[in-house]
């Protein structure tokens, strides 16, 4: 009889296993306790993925899960067909996600943390703002509206400083690269260059502004006419311009020999129909040094420098064999080096003119200064020397030759 058979009106009531119904007896009895425990909890697993319909009707059956699987009821063919095994159930199927899913996915939360961080950057910008405010000084509507000015001082140390930081920052990158050392040789030696060439320039305008001289207080005339003793050695004296030099008679009218006599005060520039000398009638010529080269000898390098500053009706004197001759500026003139006919003309007066080179520190053009004698009676003056003999094609004398002009052999 089959075991439904036996339960057949007693429903509900589970079925207990026969002893019969188990394996032989001759089997080991741990096996056979093994077998019904694993019988029972294939059961429990069939009734929990059984249907919800079919879960009261099989708590009310009899659990024939229970029963051993050599007298459990065989389905039949269509019954395989229609029902799935529940050990292959889930509780859910499996959900493919698409490429396009996970793409909105991604761009829903970088908007979300875009807008978050968004909302966060800009409170923290209000809560500075009004942190500012609330620590900044109250002022008053007017002084709101005036803008903010900076003294003129204060604007200058600004713009020093900006200047000075902008020329350490360039003075730094110089220094740091590997052309300043040629750079800087270079430009030591150009500025050497430049001195030796161009160095009179920048003396003669200096010694323009000081005393090319220190005059003898014995030599400041208060009255131009009146005589008085004086020493044997010639001199020019130009108070106006603190002059107090030696004259040097003894020379010819070439370069080189003028330009030796000038080492020691100023030269007698005597050529053919300007070869007077002071108390004589005629034109008596000196010549003296505007500029020179710093290197050339001599202590009356810049004892012209200032000869321009005088204007007419200004006093000369001039010592000669222990007499003193004044004379009074009549005009000044700019001529060329070569101009040399200007010295020379007819007069019955006796005349100084003062040469020396001009603009300061260049030997282009030369200034004449001409003054005529007033002490002693110029009526008195001896006659005119012999005009005949001498070199009167000559130039002027002028300044030495330069650092160029030497090094090209130009005397």
């Known amino acids: ?91 859910t199927p499996v959900h493919q996600v698409q490429a396009d899913q996970w793409k909105q996915y991604h761009s829903a939360w970088q908007d979300y943390y ?17 942190a500012i405010a609330a620590q900044a000084p109250q002022s008053s509507p007017d002084a709101d509206q005036k803008p903010q000015t900076i003294s003129k001082d204060e604007a200058m140390y600004e713009l020093r400083s900006t200047l000075v930081n902008k020329l350490q920052t360039g003075a730094k990158k110089v220094r740091g690269s590997r052309h300043f050392i040629p750079i800087a040789a270079a430009a030591c030696v150009m500025l050497v260059f430049l001195f030796l060439q161009y160095n009179r320039v920048l003396f003669a305008n200096v010694e323009a502004y000081v005393s090319p001289g220190n005059i003898n207080p014995a030599n400041i005339i208060v009255d131009p006419v009146t005589e008085v003793p004086v020493s044997a050695d010639p001199k020019l004296i130009i108070p106006k311009i603190n002059v107090d030099v030696p004259v040097v008679f003894d020379t010819t009218p070439d370069q080189a020999s003028q330009l ?42 810049f004892i012209f420098a200032r000869l321009e500053q005088l204007a007419q ?61 007033v002490s002693p009676d110029p009526k008195s003056a001896a006659k005119a020397p012999d005009s005949s003999g001498g070199n009167s094609a000559v130039d002027m004398p002028g300044n030495s ?11």
């Open 1 to 91: 009889m089959r075991p439904d058979d036996q339960n057949n009106g007693r429903l509900g009531t589970p079925l207990v296993p026969q002893r019969q119904l188990l394996k032989p007896s001759g089997a080991d009895p741990r096996a056979r306790t093994t077998e019904a425990a694993a019988n029972i909890v294939r059961g429990q697993i069939n009734s929990i993925y059984e249907q919800p319909g079919q879960s009261q009707e099989a708590q009310s059956s009899p659990p024939a899960q229970q029963i051993a699987p050599d007298t459990q009821p065989h389905p039949s063919q269509g019954e395989q067909a229609t029902d799935q095994n529940p050990y292959e159930r889930t509780h």
């Open 114 to 130: 875009q807008k978050y961080y968004e909302r966060y950057y800009l409170g923290q910008i209000h809560e500075a703002k009004q």
């Open 260 to 301: 030796k006599a000038m080492e020691g005060g100023v030269a007698w520039f005597g050529i053919p129909g300007a070869n007077s000398k002071p108390g004589q009638v005629g034109n008596t010529v000196l010549s003296g040094h505007s500029s020179n080269d710093v290197v050339d000898r001599g202590d009356y390098k």
């Open 313 to 373: 009706g200004d006093t000369v004197y001039v010592n000669y064999q222990g007499k003193r001759y004044t004379y009074t500026i009549t005009k000044k003139e700019v001529v060329k080096p070569t101009e040399v006919s200007k010295l020379v003309y007819a007069t019955d007066k006796p005349i100084l003119t003062l040469i020396t080179c001009t603009p300061l520190g260049t030997a282009l053009n030369r200034l004449l200064v001409t003054a005529e004698q």
């Open 401 to 411: 030759p330069t650092f160029i002009q030497r090094i090209f052999g130009q005397n």
